[in-house]
């Protein structure tokens, strides 16, 4: 059975930092490109980063870029957003998501396995 685990999210002030977690267990993860997502209340859910499977290449969302880091530890199947300079903007669930192919990676019709959702909020 294949689970993604995540952790981290909370509260944070504007201008501050959050390191969001995902384990993932029942799966091949080094086969597997890694996303994240969020969704804002009402909305669907949009496509954040991807980090691909041996983490040579990433793709922002322009609205994170520079400000979110996407990482992974394929000793661990483990994949993180570190995110910094955090706006009210920002708040949402995020949700770690899992693919093997890689075609279009912003499509969240595209991924097999996701994670449970971490909530995000932002104070301003």
């Known amino acids: 059975q294949v689970q993604l685990v995540q952790s981290g999210g909370g509260l944070v002030q504007a201008g501050g930092s959050l390191r969001l977690s995902c384990t993932a267990s029942?799966?091949?993860?080094?086969?597997?490109?890694m996303a994240w997502f969020r969704q804002f209340p009402g909305k669907e859910r949009e496509f954040v980063g991807v980090i691909s499977r041996r983490a040579g290449y990433s793709q922002y969302a322009q609205s994170v870029k520079d400000r979110f880091t996407i990482s992974r530890d394929n000793t661990e199947n483990m994949v993180f957003l570190q995110m910094n300079s955090l706006n009210a903007e920002d708040t949402a669930v995020y949700y770690c998501a899992a693919r093997v192919s890689f075609g279009d990676y912003r499509s969240v019709k595209e991924y097999d396995y996701w994670g449970q959702g971490t909530q995000v909020t932002v104070s301003s």
């Open positions: 029942g799966l091949d993860f080094s086969r597997n490109h």
